[in-house]
């Protein structure tokens, strides 16, 4: 097994990721100028949030920012807490793309089944604290553990099994 030397991270609470005014400020301790900085946000179309202050961004903004900050310091690999926690379907899509754009493994920990279907390769299910299944995401999905452990279905989930077809997502 390897383990990565150096592991970015965004929180549930997004906010937590904080410790600057500004957004550009978070970014030039990572980052050596302004311009840099700006250029980074721009090739993620948010540059318009570079002079936002941090404790004002949407929750969708801060999830994004946070990511990012998470990202700009070039990890190993990068944890996600409820990446969609308090997102509406714009912002989720924007994060579901983010998280795709990712170049390390990705680890996500969410409630959200629906997102982790759609975006997870592979997938731990835990229950009381201990892993009770692991695997490719649509045989563990597909398979009776998320029902049998009370977790709600995903639709896709649903649906695909009333079609007789193995669905990631409705869309």
Do not use: C
């Amino acid at each position: 097994m390897v383990v990565p030397g150096k592991v970015g991270s965004s929180w549930q609470n997004p906010y937590y990721t904080f410790v600057k005014s500004t957004v550009v400020e978070e970014f030039l301790e990572y980052f050596s100028d302004i311009e840099d900085v700006e250029e980074f946000l721009d090739a993620y179309n948010i540059k318009n949030l570079s002079s936002k202050h941090t404790f004002k961004l949407s929750m969708g903004q801060a999830r994004l920012i946070s990511i990012l900050i998470a990202i700009s310091w070039n990890p190993e690999a990068l944890v996600v807490d409820e990446p969609t926690n308090g997102l509406g379907l714009r912002e989720k899509k924007m994060v579901e793309d983010l998280l795709r754009s990712v170049k390390v493994p990705v680890v996500i920990a969410s409630h959200d089944l629906d997102f982790v279907l759609k975006i997870a390769d592979y997938v731990y299910v835990m229950n009381e604290g201990r892993v009770v299944i692991g695997g490719p995401t649509v045989e563990v999905f597909y398979g009776n553990w998320i029902s049998s452990l009370g977790f709600p279905e995903p639709y896709a989930v649903i649906v695909g099994r009333k079609l007789g077809r193995r669905l990631r997502y409705i869309g």
